[in-house]
């Protein structure tokens, strides 16, 4: 059975799907015994576990390693893996780059672009590698763009929003993921398409919401993007046990 069929049924009775990013084997162990819906390796860990400015940085052997880490970690979560920038530019080289990853553990694989990127959508699916479209604002598209923008601020930029949301699901992605798209758009297309969204810095009205679970647990607590409701605070436990361990090194009182 396709162990991503659930996220769709999940869709059509309105049940919303809950996924996390997790990038090594305790992670994505622990979210796996929480019972999250789907986990996704996102090149998000360029920042948040390698120290990179942005996810430009990432390569294909880096998704593959952490891909291989995730996959160690679960018995029944499907996991959704990052194709990272510059390996999917053309339908050929898409396909040799998500096998890559599918070898590694993934049962899905996500590319930014919508229409643009239906080629390489419906390469994938032919090759029956399940896909996930990314629209809205594209981390990979930052150094472009000059930064982390919203989108679908004017009725131009939501009739094109929605363009890429059809022609994704009509070229065979399982779903989309909507990041920082204005909450009524983004609602919009959740009831304009068949596949499930799943939304980040997208309102509430989308099929699932996706977070950082960096952000979520504040284990990066150098930047907590403002959409996110942090739900632990993680790092300050690191610092006050390391210290506390530091102080008992140096003093002899354990």
């Known amino acids: 059975m396709n162990p991503l069929a659930s996220l769709q049924a999940m869709k059509q009775r309105g049940e919303k799907i809950a996924v996390l990013t997790a990038y090594d084997y305790p992670t994505a162990r622990l979210l796996e015994e929480s019972g999250i819906d789907l986990l996704l390796v996102g090149d998000s860990l360029g920042m948040v576990v390698l ?63 919508g229409t643009s990127h239906v080629p390489q959508i419906e390469a994938l699916v032919a090759a029956r590698i399940e896909v996930m479209a990314h629209i809205g604002m594209m981390p990979q598209s930052v150094q472009i763009e000059g930064g982390y923008k919203v989108k679908g601020k004017t009725e131009l930029e939501a009739a094109r929003l929605l363009a890429d949301a059809i022609a994704v699901e009509k070229a065979g992605a399982f779903g989309v993921l909507l990041e920082l798209v204005v909450a009524d758009v983004a609602r919009r297309i959740t009831e304009s398409i068949k596949i499930p969204t799943i939304g980040i810095g997208a309102g509430t009205g989308c099929d699932g919401q996706v977070l950082v679970s960096h952000d979520l647990v504040g284990l990066f607590p150098w930047f907590t993007p403002k959409f996110v409701t942090q739900r632990a605070r993680i790092a300050d436990d690191i610092r006050a046990a390391a210290a506390a361990f530091i102080l008992a090194t140096k003093t002899g009182v354990r």
């Open 51 to 113: 120290g990179y400015p942005d996810t430009t940085h990432v390569t294909l052997d880096e998704m593959v390693h952490h891909t291989k880490a995730v996959a160690r970690g679960v018995t029944r979560v499907p996991i959704l893996a990052d194709l990272p920038i510059a390996t999917y530019e053309t339908p050929a080289q898409a396909v040799e780059s998500a096998k890559r990853l599918i070898d590694a553990g993934a049962h899905a694989v996500k590319l930014e672009g």
